[in-house]
């Protein structure tokens, strides 16, 4: 069992290197040595749990998504709904250190998953999931009155998250137009007329 353990540590401290390179070098230019001088392993090592850089690429865009789905974990599930929608879908955004790097490798790993068709089943199953999850939040503000009950939650939960990943874009490639701020006004302002509340209280 510790053994398991260990292995699967190791697999996740290469995971967090090849995100850390592929951040400051890009997707093209990363290469097994440089994940390998990143994590502060032998490059045998790294082959040793990943057979390729594709292999290892696979791996590293489920790790951004379970890394995501962990710190959306940690989020007590409280109303009032929309308070809890804006918490959620900002815990998306690029708007710290760690999320700016896993959301940066997110965009370089979307690139590939036009032409890799397991990175691409990686991120149908892993957009699916977050539309499920803000589907059902927002089935449950409309159980509860906050919603209005002729909204359709899972195209409403599409819509907000293709928005969400809009500002991601956004904000990681154009800077200055789309700077924190902005980025959570503009999310905050969507989820108000989602919930036709007009603003916070």
Known sequence: MARTADHDERRRQVADALLRTVARRGLARTTLVDVAEEAGVSVGLVQRYFRSK?????????????????RLAGIELAPPLRDLMLKVTE???????????????????????????EMARIHREATRKIVDGLADGLRGAQERGELRADLDPRAEAAALT???????LHHLATGEEFEAEAVRAALAGYIDRLFGTGGRE
């Open 162 to 168: 293709a928005f969400v990943d809009g500002l991601t």
């Open 54 to 70: 594709t292999d290892l690429l696979r791996f590293g865009v489920d790790h951004v998504y379970r890394r995501g789905a962990d």
């Open 91 to 117: 815990t998306l955004l690029p708007l710290d250190d760690d999320r700016r790097t896993e959301l940066a490798v997110w965009l370089e790993f979307i690139a590939a998953s036009l032409t890799d068709p």
